[in-house]
């Protein structure tokens, strides 16, 4: 009996552990993204409607593709809906980015790092609260526990964003909270995939 939990355990451990390494991926291209903005040709600087700016935008990109190629990898949904998931990421992250800085901004004063925390908080609160239940919304079958989760995981990572006031050039610190942001909230992601069944290939399904 034991050992069987034993075995359980590392079961469930196991899906987390690589979704983690996954969002850790995720947050560090990211911000690659964001840091080369100008090198690549991708930068811009728009707030007509919406604040938009490389840093508002990729890492929410990011995480999406990454997390709807995983579903389509281990055949837990089809192309539209990986795609509705990738544009539910983005809206998420865009809500958590505005969030953010616009405390942040009212905030700032010689002591850096409690803004960058007490603005980080309520900002993955934000975002993990709406990419949660618009991922109830469209995967219906996943179960209460990932809203929970993600949304508990998600509040305390935003805390991390105190990180990129360590570094004085805002280069390093970031990158950091990138990629423990999106690695810590993805390994909770692995109660998603434990509740969605593999669908059947299709030659399967005409054998």
């Known amino acids: ?15 987390a552990l690589k979704l ?4 850790a991926i995720s947050g560090a291209l990211a911000w ?7 090198a690549l040709g991708l930068n811009f600087d728009s707030d007509r409607y919406i604040m938009l700016l490389p840093v508002g935008i990729f890492p929410g990109v990011t995480f999406g ?24 990421s983005l809206v998420s992250y865009m809500a958590a980015f505005h969030v953010g800085f616009t405390i942040l901004a009212k905030l700032q004063s010689d002591n850096d790092l409690m803004p960058y925390i007490v603005a980080g908080l ?5 975002g993990s609260l709406l990419l949660g239940l618009l991922t109830r919304w469209l995967f219906p079958a996943a179960g209460r526990r990932l809203l929970g989760r ?22 390093w610190g970031f990158l950091a909270f990138f990629v423990l942001w999106q690695a810590i909230y993805a390994a909770t992601l692995s109660s998603l995939l434990s509740d ?5 290939r299709a030659s399967e399904v005409t054998a």
């Not at 939990?5 to 590392?10: A, D, I, K, M, N």
């Not at 993600?150 to 280069?171: V, W």
């Not at 969605?196 to 059947?200: H, N, V, Y």
């Open 122 to 126: 309520p900002a993955g609160f934000a």
């Open 32 to 38: 690659a993204l964001v840091d080369n903005a100008d």
């Open 20 to 23: 983690g390494l996954l969002g």
């Open 65 to 88: 593709v990454a997390i709807a190629l995983t579903l389509l990898a281990t055949r837990r949904t089809r192309l539209p809906r990986a795609i509705a998931y990738a544009i539910a």
């Open 150 to 171: 993600s949304i508990i995981a998600g509040t305390l990572a935003g805390a991390l964003l105190g990180l990129a006031a360590l570094d004085p050039h805002n280069s």
């Open 1 to 15: 009996m034991a050992v069987s939990h034993v075995e359980q355990g590392t079961n469930n451990r196991a899906p």
């Open 196 to 200: 969605l069944p593999p669908r059947a």
